[in-house]
């Protein structure tokens, strides 16, 4: 890189240490020096900070709207201040605070991936300090200036205090401009904060539920910002509504604070005015508007949690019916706030119902499509008129493989990844299972890996067949669970049976093993000589025809007769083939026996060394060569003749 050959020749003019210098751009691999000073951003530390940083965030937008329940209208016609609700939320938005001084800090010391080098891969980590530093202040620096500043605690503790008006009234006016004015950039903070987290590891949340929960959070949280709204109108509505009474009767404004019941001339006012009977919502002299029913309710003068959950509970109802049931009066002011309602509560719903209905699904989408899948399986099923045994057949082997991978499709996952996590993977999965086998267990772990790496799922529920007798052999299987039986009937001749049960760790179709590891190509495949069927339900792995050609060419490299003798022994194959050819064999010596012990029994047997003798010895011997040439022989009582010998390839061939 240039500024590291720049930074290293300064070094060499000033002599001081590359390592007490800080480069200005690195890779990730080169950060390790730099760790103690300066964050990566898609490190784990950023991302887990950043998580919890959104969690303060979604507090403090929780906290800041309950500033609008300080105002409470007692039953005296006045507005008082709930202390303790006020000093509760001041502690705790200090705390959360904190969050967004610690936040500005963080800022400062994570380093950014420079635009120049996003060519290709992560591209380069900019920690330079004073680089990051002029960075940060041209972009979010202010903003995130003021959603940091406690500007409620400053404004309710010190200034409207020292103010001479009346403290309710100032409250009341000034705090809620205060609250909104610094409620937006923490809102907007969190659209950020959410796309850093999704581009950092690609969701905001790891399950669908989280997802799903989050999503009505944030519409939660809109319905709880509206009903904080609504009740501060509410509570100004009724204030507006003493004030009209007051401005002619000529009394003065101050008599609505709860600071002044005791003044005797406000009370001699209340008890002549007529303002509790044109103030009460239950009449008509006064247009109420959206705000009857939490003045009705008395929402205005409850304790904290009636009026907090009756607004809440009038957010949420208007924001979901889209503000359809609003009855709005003629001011300007309450229209307006009744169109913003209804369209914040059109846009809030509809991205609630997609993003909800986008994560609940996510959580049973695989069941769905097994089940759509499924309906169109017993419709092709019905429309072609299978038998019901072939249709019972089909419905048990999608409900085994359903069960077996829940609808995932492994070698699409496996393909989508790097070749060294493939290995990895496949070496996780069958590396075990491959040394299980015998015929293996010779090998070292790269072949192994290698076999791994090629090897494929395979299921099969009880009764079908994995390879037929005559059939083409395409695959090689390798039994991880299950039991089938394996039969031949040496091509459908008359009287002729074998069967044997393989299990887990067995093999099948190693014909096409013979055929694979012959050094002449061919390119016909070899056909199978025995018929395999699943007892059980089975799991397996298969190794294809062209993949077993790569395996085989390593088989060749190993030169061992103990692998012949092993190959022989395991396969069902050359089993059968010994068998039947130590019984023929067997039974022709047994026949020969009773022919020699008759022969020298019977009267005028020819002596030894006559010509007859001769002859019967040369009978004798070319019955011998007819065994080993492999011809058929046999007796009246229904001997079994042996097999053909299986093919053995020249291991040796490819060095000649």
Known sequence: MNDAAAVGEIDAKTGKSLKDKVLCRVFSEDYERTRNKILD????????????????????????????????????????????????????????????????????HTAY????????????????????????????????????????????????????????????????????????PRLYLIFPLTSQIV???????????????????????????????YYLLSVQREIDCWKSVCKVENCQNGYFD?????????????????????????????????????????????????????SLWWGLQQLSSVGQNLNTSSYVGEIIFTIITSTQGLVLLSLLIGNMQRYLQATTMRLE?????????????????????????IRKYDQYKWLATKGVDEEAILHGLPMDLRREIKRHLCFDLVRKVPLFDQMDETMLDAICERLKPALCTKGLFLVRESDPVNQMLFIIRGHLDSYTTDGGRTGFFNSC???????????????????????????STRSVKAITEVEAFALIADDLKFVASQFRRLHSKQLRHKFRFYSHQWRTWAACFIQAAWRRHKKLKETAHLTVHEPGVPQRGSFWSSYAESLVASTRLSIKCKQKSGTDSGTVSSLEKPDEPDFFLHER
């Open 113 to 184: 991936v420079a635009p120049s080098s996003r060519v290709f891969g992560r591209g380069e980590l900019v920690i330079e300090p004073s680089k990051i530093a002029v960075r940060y202040l041209h972009k979010t620096f202010w903003i995130d200036v003021i959603a940091a500043l406690p500007l409620p605690q400053i404004l309710i503790w010190l200034i409207i205090p020292n103010l001479g008006g009346s403290m309710v009234t100032d409250t009341r006016t000034v705090l809620p401009f205060v609250i909104l004015f610094q409620y937006l």
């Open 199 to 229: 581009e950092a590891t690609g969701v905001v949340t790891e399950t669908a539920w989280a997802g799903a929960a989050y999503n009505l959070l944030l519409y939660m949280l809109a319905s709880h910002v509206s009903g904080a709204i």
């Open 41 to 108: 951003p898609r490190g784990q530390s950023i991302h887990q900070w950043s998580k919890i940083f959104l969690a303060a965030c979604l507090v403090s937008l929780f906290i800041d709207p309950l500033f609008f329940y300080l105002p409470i209208a007692n039953d005296d016609m006045c507005i008082n201040i709930g202390l303790s609700l006020e000093t509760t939320l001041t502690i705790i938005r200090s705390v959360v605070d904190v969050f967004y001084v610690i936040h500005i800090f963080v800022r400062f």
């Open 369 to 393: 499509e097994w089940r759509v899948k499924r309906n169109d399986t017993e419709q092709w099923m019905h429309h072609r008129q299978l038998p019901p045994e072939l249709r019972d057949s």
């Open 501 to 527: 049960r393989i299990g887990p760790g067995d093999f099948c179709g190693e014909e096409l093993l013979t055929w694979a590891l012959d050094p002449r190509p061919s390119v016909t495949l070899p056909s």
């Open 258 to 310: 709860c600071h002044s019941v005791q003044d005797p001339a406000r009370v001699a006012w209340l008890n002549s005015s007529n303002v509790t009977n044109i103030c009460n919502p239950n009449n008509n002299f006064y247009q109420w508007g959206i705000y009857v029913t939490a003045l009705q309710a008395g929402a205005t003068s409850s304790a904290f949690p009636n009026k907090y959950f009756y």
